[in-house]
């Protein structure tokens, strides 16, 4: 009986038949799978799409004509003008705080996308930023999110578990910002955005040892509670000063457990409709594999040794093993421990390397979603044995955010 990695390398290998290499393809498939999981998982609540972990208007595209998703959350404000601009989506929110004068000159001469993008903020110098850039009276009213910092802090603060975010962590910080935000002219408070990283688990240390997955594993749930705790009285204290559009939260790996938090209104997630590495680890969700990059080999320097060519596509995050590509077609190859990926070619060792020619593909995964799309131009896009489709990465758009 044929192994669905075999059949998947198939699969693959037939559709993008003839196909300049490197390349990269989606299974659709596995897509449309993750899709509906994701929103199953959500139990009603919209998603809404983040798009650092696509990277390509088509998929975008795809998502928000599906039932349970609705806008998008971007990486930069640049992103976000560009999506409206192109008709990709009429709600956008910017993850992250901006610096962007040249975007936001843009965006507050602009009626119409102000009033279809939503700013990040966490400190008042932001507003001052925007003010700096045009005065309220000479601008379009913008609409504003709070960020509020999710990590779990002991100790006195000098003990973290979860990424540094945000410098709004209790009620009384946050609503002391909703309100200057509220009394200042040329801006409109909206939403509150509180993602918990740390619980989703996609983005974890390398393989732990008992003890310390024990530990992280306590972590975790003290974190969960605190979360929890934090972002109701956030909210409740928000909601005295201004009422709110939409309260977000979640990501791929907790998806479950946010859509279970009632202040909750909407759920952010990307990664989990791609399925890199880094959500095999994932706590609640893990998705299928559905993006995978392809390398020829090109050398073969001894037995059980082949080379293909680059594939020094490394991760961002802590520098680390599990940030590495990982071979996952055919089987049984593994990269050499001394030399990792390349720049211009990676060395590939295992028994199943014998029985590859020159020219054969090698296909990857990437250890993130998004960070892919920014080594290629184009996904092809792949059903069965089909190549139904091609989609321009943002890439492929001559668009280069960060």
Not at 3 to 21: F, I, K, P, Q
Not at 84 to 93: F, H, K, L, Q
Not at 353 to 370: C, E
């Amino acid at each position: 009986m044929v192994s669905s990695r075999a059949d998947l390398r198939h699969r693959l290998n037939t559709a993008t038949a003839g196909a300049d290499v490197p390349l990269a393809a989606v299974d659709m498939d596995a897509w449309d799978a993750n899709a509906t999981d994701l929103v199953q998982r959500a139990h009603g609540k919209p998603i809404r799409v983040v798009t650092a972990a696509l990277r390509n208007r088509s998929l975008i595209r795809d998502l928000l004509g599906r039932d349970g998703y609705e806008g998008v959350l971007t990486f930069t404000l640049a992103e976000a003008i560009w999506l409206a601009g192109t008709g990709i989506c009429d709600d956008a929110v910017v993850a992250y705080p901006s610096a962007d004068r040249r975007a936001l000159a843009r965006l507050v001469g602009d009626e119409h996308l102000a009033g279809r993008i939503t700013l990040m903020v966490d400190d008042i110098a932001q507003l001052d930023l925007v003010d700096a850039v045009a005065a309220p009276e000479a601008r379009a009213e913008l609409r504003v999110c709070l960020d509020l910092d999710c990590s779990w802090q002991g100790l006195g603060g000098r003990l973290r578990f979860g990424p540094r975010r945000s410098s709004l962590r209790q009620p009384a910080d946050v609503a002391r910002l909703a309100r200057v935000v509220v009394s200042r002219p040329g801006f409109r408070l909206v939403g509150l955005q509180a993602y918990e990283a740390q619980l989703a688990d996609a983005h974890s240390q390398p393989r732990r040892g008992r003890l310390r997955t024990a530990v992280h594993r306590r972590l975790r749930e003290r974190s969960a509670r605190d979360v929890a705790r934090r972002r109701t009285a956030v909210v409740e204290a928000v909601r005295d000063v201004a009422e709110l559009e939409f309260v977000s939260g979640g990501g791929t790996g907790s998806i479950s457990r946010t859509a279970a938090d009632s202040p909750v209104t909407e759920l952010a997630a990307g990664s989990g409709l791609l399925g890199p590495v880094l959500t095999d680890t994932a706590a609640d969700f893990t998705p299928r594999p559905a993006a995978f990059f392809a390398l020829p080999v090109v050398r073969r320097p001894g037995p059980r040794v082949v080379t293909v060519a680059g594939g020094g596509y490394v991760a961002s995050g802590p520098a680390h093993g599990d940030r590495l590509p990982t071979p996952w077609l055919p089987e049984g190859l593994r990269l050499d421990r001394g030399e990792g990926v390349g720049q211009t070619q990676t060395p590939l060792i295992g028994a199943t390397a014998d029985s590859l020619a020159l020219g054969d593909l090698v296909w990857f995964r990437h250890a993130k979603a998004g960070e892919l799309a920014e080594r290629f131009d184009r996904y092809y896009l792949v059903r069965g044995e089909r190549l139904v489709d091609t989609a321009a990465t943002y890439r492929g758009d001559g668009k280069a955010f960060l």
